[in-house]
């Protein structure tokens, strides 16, 4: 079945380590994204990416990297600068500006700095 | 700025129809959608509408758009517990396919 698959599900980090979050898409989609989802609150934009080997920041990127190697992963470095990492992160995927635009998301992830 | 505004609780009976409002602030957003998350999943698109549109049904769906106010709506009809979840606005102003999403509004079905 097509779609994005976020992993882990569930992610615990010590204060002081750089986690990874996996984001895979199988839809053949061009752009993909990150998002924060914190309590009772809509969704922020990490980053994003058009096209393979090309990603822009959003609105909240300290603290986060990324890559695009492949179409088909997006994954999100939360490093140690991030003073507030626990959230929800979810991955999101669109084939582009004629599609319609409809934006897919995976699952989520959860972290959690213990 | 680009904003996104919702009500954030809205409680119902089951059957009864649910309207979840919103109010946008840029008017160069040319598709405005509605999300559903429910707890600890991703966001399920349930619909969309296209700026030049004043509604789309879609069976229990149906969603209106008043440009000049900037705002849109979604109505359920006869709402049910499985509707409980939290409903996103969003729109698309914020330039290539980047979504600017509301708070949520939480609908809550009761018996």
């Known amino acids: 079945d097509g779609g994005i698959t976020q992993s882990p599900k569930y992610l615990f980090r010590k204060e002081g380590q750089n986690v990874t979050l996996s984001c895979e898409q199988n839809?053949?989609?061009?752009?993909m994204y990150w998002y924060r989802q914190d309590p009772g609150q809509g969704l922020r934009l990490i980053y994003y990416?058009?096209?393979?080997?090309?990603?822009q920041k959003g609105d909240i990127a300290e603290g986060y990297s990324v890559s695009r190697e492949k179409k088909e992963s997006f994954p999100l470095t939360v490093t140690s600068a991030q003073k507030n990492p626990t959230a929800f992160y979810l991955c999101?995927?669109?084939?582009?500006?004629?599609?319609?635009?409809?934006?897919?998301f995976g699952e989520g992830s959860w972290l959690t700095v213990v | 700025g680009e904003d996104v505004e919702q009500s954030l609780f809205l409680s119902v009976r089951e059957g009864d129809s649910s309207v979840i409002n919103c109010t946008y602030t840029?008017?160069?957003?040319?598709?405005l959608y509605w999300y559903k998350q429910e707890p600890g999943a991703g966001l399920q698109l349930l619909t969309y509408?296209?700026?030049?549109?004043d509604m789309k049904q879609d069976q229990r769906l149906t969603v209106l758009l008043n440009k000049k106010d900037k705002h849109l709506s979604l109505r359920i009809a006869d709402t049910q517990t499985g509707d409980s979840a939290i409903y996103f606005c969003?729109?698309?102003?914020?330039?290539?396919?980047?979504?600017?999403f509301g708070a949520g509004t939480r609908l809550a079905v009761h018996p």
């Open positions: 999101a995927s669109t084939a582009g500006r004629n599609s319609g635009n409809t934006i897919y």
């Open positions: 839809l053949n989609h061009d752009a």
């Open positions: 990416s058009q096209i393979v080997n090309d990603f």
């Open positions: 840029d008017s160069s957003s040319t598709y």
């Open positions: 509408i296209f700026s030049n549109m």
């Open positions: 969003a729109e698309n102003g914020g330039g290539y396919n980047k979504l600017i």
